[in-house]
């Protein structure tokens, strides 16, 4: 060991390494100086500064966020301003409820009462040149509620021969604290935008609820599931063709009397269908009104979870019939 540090020492202290070592002591002590003469002059730079709302009174619900974001552009010394990045000397700011709250449900907190707030933790020579946003409002209520459903927005596409066949929300409704005017308004708290493209699998997702203004939802972090199935197109044969707006004692005859209909569904939703799922219908009045040798039939119901549904023919011939079990 003292082998080696007699061999290190004789290395340090060579001729060419004193020489190393005197440039590099120069070069520090330069670089403190400029050090020194950067930090003492004079900058302007933009802090962003938390705000809290402070002693909110037990029955009275923030429908705004508690915490807030200032951002304040402060003139100093550069050293004053490396202790209010790095240091403690700019804190958040906080601000009593009471003192700004008005009767119409919010409090405004203006940007010269921000200053004086924050001047309270400035440096004697600190000055603030500028505050964004000009002021500072929160919105309260006395816990005026609302409890409505939660609905997916944006864009959801799975893969082509995919369809989303069931959606599934975990809670599927949220309470709304808002003002009474703005609770009148509201039916349904909808996500922020989704966006997610050629999935095949069951989607979960969390995400938070929309944001608007003197508006909170408890919670506001919800979970979907889009829950995806096979596309296949498929046919259900033997749909009855039924009478409406029928005159009392008349009955429809119609030839043929039941038809097929096509569709496009998941595999899984096509296992549970049954003619009895779908309703066709052939209109008496649109008879009436147009007489002729055949009527037009619609599909008028069919079930969830099914798309491009069609009958497979449009008219059909037909009779009226006194009803024999009327008489």
């Known amino acids: 060991m003292s082998k080696f540090w007699k061999v290190f020492k004789n290395l340090l202290f060579s001729r060419g390494n004193k020489e190393f070592l ?3 002591m120069f070069v520090l002590l330069s670089g403190a100086f400029w050090l020194f003469m950067t930090l003492n002059e004079t900058y302007e730079r933009e802090f962003s500064v938390p705000v809290t709302i402070t002693n909110v009174p037990k029955n009275v619900v923030l429908t705004s966020d508690e915490t807030d974001t ?4 402060i003139r100093d010394k550069g050293i004053t301003l490396v202790t209010y990045m790095y240091g403690d000397g700019l ?3 906080k601000v009593n409820f009471s003192t700004y709250a008005r009767n119409n449900g919010m409090g405004i907190v203006s940007a010269a009462e921000l200053q004086k707030l924050t001047y309270q933790q400035l440096a004697s020579n600190s000055r603030i040149t500028a505050v964004k946003p000009e002021k500072l409002e929160y919105y309260f209520n006395y816990g ?3 409890r409505v459903p939660v609905r997916w927005s944006g864009r959801v596409i799975p893969d082509e021969l995919y369809f989303i066949s069931r959606v599934q929300y975990w809670p599927d409704s949220v309470d709304v604290y808002a003002s009474t005017e703005k609770l009148d308004s509201i039916s349904t708290m909808y996500t922020e935008p989704l966006n997610y493209v050629n999935f095949r699998d ?3 997702v969390s995400v938070h609820l929309a944001r608007s203004k003197g508006v909170k939802t408890v919670p506001d972090l919800v979970k979907v599931g889009f829950f995806t199935d096979v596309l296949t197109e498929e046919t259900i044969e033997g749909v009855p063709i039924q009478g409406i707006n029928m005159p009392p004692g008349k009955v429809l005859r119609t030839f ?5 209909v096509h569709f496009v569904t998941g595999v899984s939703v096509y296992k549970i269908l049954s003619y009895e799922d779908f309703t066709v ?3 008496y009045k649109e008879m009436k009104a147009s007489p002729s040798e055949k009527c037009r039939i619609y599909l008028r119901k069919a079930p969830p979870g099914i798309s491009r549904a069609h009958l497979s023919i449009d008219e059909v011939d037909y009779l009226i019939e006194e009803d024999e079990n009327g008489l």
């Open 22 to 24: 005197i440039f590099l």
């Open 70 to 73: 200032v951002r304040m552009t």
């Open 91 to 93: 804190k958040n700011i």
């Open 144 to 146: 005026a509620k609302k």
């Open 202 to 204: 069951t989607l979960l």
């Open 256 to 260: 043929p009397s039941r038809v097929t």
């Open 281 to 283: 219908v052939a209109d």
